[in-house]
């Protein structure tokens, strides 16, 4: 079992609330990752970063930003949440280098704006 | 941009059986590709990666090969059992492995 960690697992919030959700790792892992994934489709890439202080956006805008403070923490925060930002949202982290830059995936959260 | 595509369809085989999943993959030429195991309401789970110059990869049960030619990749489970049973997604990677392209995963059901 990974020990990547995501709280809340599920969130029903109502629309222009702000939210956070975190993800956390005790792996040690430089590169963590933000996906977001709707049912029977692909992971889409949000968010990453190299380390402490790096973030980059990944292919697929997203309304979100991020926070890399301390390697073990990667919150995901969204200013004000609308309907369409209704989707699991999932965090991964891997090391920063060497093969086979496998990717360690918390259990996600179910996120719903009502 | 980049597309993958895995089979459209839910894969249904007989246990003992051998599945075989398919990932192609066009604009794109990935130095990696890997294989993840997702149950439901669960993050994927890394299974094996195959590099561009590799043409196959075993592990235990777990087969995978790798065609940069034909831009595919066949997954083959072998002697499936019904705890085989899950999505499993393809993922791309560059060299540096900082960016990582999934397809939409293949749903396996193996029948007792």
């Known amino acids: 079992e990974a020990d990547i960690y995501q709280t809340p697992r599920y969130l029903v919030i109502g629309t222009g609330k702000k939210i956070t959700l975190e993800c956390s790792q005790t792996?040690?892992?430089?590169?963590m990752y933000w996906y977001q994934q709707d049912p029977g489709m692909e992971l889409h890439l949000i968010h990453y970063?190299?380390?402490?202080?790096?973030?980059e956006k990944g292919d697929l805008s997203s309304e979100s930003t991020v926070s890399r403070i301390r390697t073990e923490h990667f919150p995901l925060t969204l200013e004000s949440a609308r309907p369409s930002h209704t989707s699991q949202y999932l965090c991964?982290?891997?090391?920063?280098?060497?093969?086979?830059?496998?990717?360690?995936f918390g259990p996600g959260t179910r996120l719903t704006v009502t | 941009s980049q597309k993958i595509e895995q089979n459209s369809e839910a894969l249904n085989i007989q246990e003992g059986k051998t599945a075989t999943l398919t990932c192609n993959y066009t604009?794109?030429?990935?130095?990696?590709l890997q294989w993840y195991r997702q149950d439901p309401g669960r993050g994927p789970v890394f299974l094996l990666l195959i590099r561009e110059n590799e043409k196959e990869k075993r592990k235990e049960r777990l087969k995978v090969t790798f065609d940069t030619t034909l831009k595919q990749s066949l997954f083959h489970i072998t002697a499936s059992q019904p705890a085989d049973s899950a999505t499993y997604l393809c993922?791309?990677?560059?060299?540096?492995?900082?960016?990582?392209?999934f397809g939409t995963g293949t749903s396996l059901t193996v029948i007792p």
């Open positions: 792996m040690g892992h430089d590169k």
């Open positions: 991964a982290s891997s090391e920063a280098s060497a093969e086979p830059y496998e990717q360690y």
């Open positions: 604009n794109y030429s990935p130095a990696y």
């Open positions: 970063s190299y380390g402490v202080n790096s973030t």
């Open positions: 993922a791309l990677a560059s060299g540096t492995g900082n960016q990582f392209y």
